[in-house]
């Protein structure tokens, strides 16, 4: 049996023993607390089924493009990415934002990243990327599912707060942070796989 098998087994035992014993009024609007974990149960299981089989196709598509060898040449290196990128591009060519992270999906990783900083932490880190070195602000780019990094946009750091808290990824794969966008990146070929706006929130 698995550990997701598992865990739904005894949510739903404590749910059943939980009806023998006298409870307290429910608070309309709000989700139950077992409600919520199967959910997010189905949300991560769904979400680990859809990277899965993304990462099957990139490794299917990767045999295609010649092995890169290990070189200085930076146009060799960056012609081999290209070459990958757009394989994948036209194999993905109907994808569009929320077909991985799809809306329930979306709601178990608000509920992480809510959980994973405070806000003041969160403030610290959204204040950085929304700043160049002079202080001035910074406008990130439109972002759409099968685009390339942006070339202005840096290679900042993701809290290993947030990388412990969502599911993990497959190799291929990369949680990253643009603006206030969370963004799942292909580095092998250099595409944004899917996105969610919105996802970090700042209090002042």
């Known amino acids: 049996m698995s550990t997701l098998q598992t865990t739904l087994l005894a ?7 939980a009806s023998l014993v006298p409870q307290a009024p429910s608070v309309p ?3 139950s607390a077992t409600g919520q974990i199967l959910e997010d149960l189905v949300a991560t299981q769904n979400f680990q089924r859809s990277v899965a ?3 099957v196709l990139h490794q299917q598509l990767e045999r295609e493009v010649p092995p890169l060898r290990v070189t200085a040449d930076v146009n060799e290196i960056e012609k081999a990415v290209r070459a990958l990128a757009i394989r994948i591009t036209v194999a993905r060519a109907t994808a569009r934002q929320g077909d ?4 329930a999906v979306a709601r178990m990783f608000r509920r992480q990243i809510a959980n994973c900083l405070t806000p003041a932490q969160w403030n610290a880190v959204l204040a950085d990327r929304e700043r160049d070195e002079e202080g001035e602000p910074v406008e990130p780019p439109a972002l759409y599912v099968n685009m390339s990094w942006p070339e202005q946009v840096p290679f900042d750091y993701v809290p290993h707060q947030l990388l412990a808290s969502l599911p993990p990824l497959p190799r291929e794969l990369q949680y990253r ?5 969370l963004v799942l990146w ?19």
């Open 100 to 103: 991985i992270i799809t809306p």
């Open 186 to 204: 292909d580095h092998h070929a250099n595409l944004i796989v899917d996105l969610l706006p919105g996802a970090f929130t700042a209090t002042t």
């Open 177 to 181: 942070i643009i603006g206030r966008t």
């Open 29 to 31: 609007g709000l989700p």
């Open 11 to 17: 949510v739903l035992f404590l749910s059943g023993s």
């Open 53 to 55: 089989d993304y990462a």
